[in-house]
T-cell receptor
Framework: GAVVSQHPSWVICKSGTSVKIECRSL??????MFWYRQFPKQSLMLMAT?????????EQGVEKDKFLINHASLTLSTLTVTSAHPEDSSFYIC?????????????FGNGTRLTVT | GESVGLHLPTLSVQEGDNSIINCAYS??????FIWYKQESGKGPQFIID?????DKRQGQRVTVLLNKTVKHLSLQIAATQPGDSAVYFC????????????FGKGTMLLVSP
């Protein structure tokens, strides 16, 4: 089945530093990947849509300069949290579909727990 | 799904019981629906999906029912097992180009032996 891998699974960083999270599709190509954020006991909130070879599309209220997305290949998207602050601490999850079309299930990575101290 | 809440509704069942988890969605234009299971510290795992031209779909031990009239979706789990304990999310998608999903608030299912 389709596998999406995220790395790292958890990271602790100091306030003001930047953190990069990788999302890879292991056995399929994905022209589009999605980044979500999830707070404890809450649902997933879409942050941005990552498009291979072009700029990401950000949801309303998500700062594009704060959350840098790069989708340089058909199997890798990265999310960089720049100048992280404690309020950025959250669970970040990426997803992709192996079918490249709508109305097909998204497959999710296992998430990255970010803690900013 | 509907807008995110600040706490998760919880459904507690005994092992072997049938479980029914409900979800309401708000966009009448949604035409594709998915149920995901999320275990603690992990990403969501696909369970079953249904398209708007259907009102019922069955999988292994799971059944999804769709009522477009009242914009309601349910997930039925037969013979619930302790391993089914997790948070369950519904998600819907509408014709807007690529498949972006809107997630519901989630329901925590607790199965006791």
């Amino acid at each position: 089945g389709a596998v999406v891998s995220q790395h790292p699974s958890w990271v602790i960083c100091k306030s003001g530093t930047s953190v990069k999270i990788e999302c890879r599709s292991l056995d399929f190509q994905a022209t589009t990947m999605f980044w979500y954020r999830q707070f404890p006991k809450q649902s997933l909130m879409l942050m941005a849509t990552s498009n291979e070879g072009s700029k990401a599309t950000y949801e309303q209220g998500v700062e594009k300069d704060k959350f840098l997305i790069n989708h340089a290949s058909l199997t890798l998207s990265t999310l960089t949290v720049t100048s992280a602050h404690p309020e950025d601490s959250s669970f970040y999850i990426c997803s992709a579909s192996p079918y490249g079309e709508r109305n097909s299930p998204l497959h999710f990575g296992n998430g990255t727990r970010l803690t900013v101290t | 799904g509907e807008s995110v809440g600040l706490h998760l509704p919880t459904l507690s069942v005994q092992e072997g019981d049938n479980s029914i988890i409900n979800c309401a969605y708000s966009n009448s234009a949604s035409d594709y629906f998915i149920w995901y299971k999320q275990e603690s510290g992990k990403g969501p795992q696909f369970i079953i999906d249904i398209r708007s031209n259907m009102d019922k779909r069955q999988g292994q031990r799971v059944t999804v029912l769709l009522n477009k009239t009242v914009k309601h979706l349910s997930l039925q789990i037969a013979a619930t097992q302790p391993g089914d304990s997790a948070v369950y999310f519904c998600a819907d998608s509408f014709p807007s180009g690529y498949s972006t999903l809107t997630f519901g608030k989630g329901t925590m299912l607790l199965v006791s032996p």
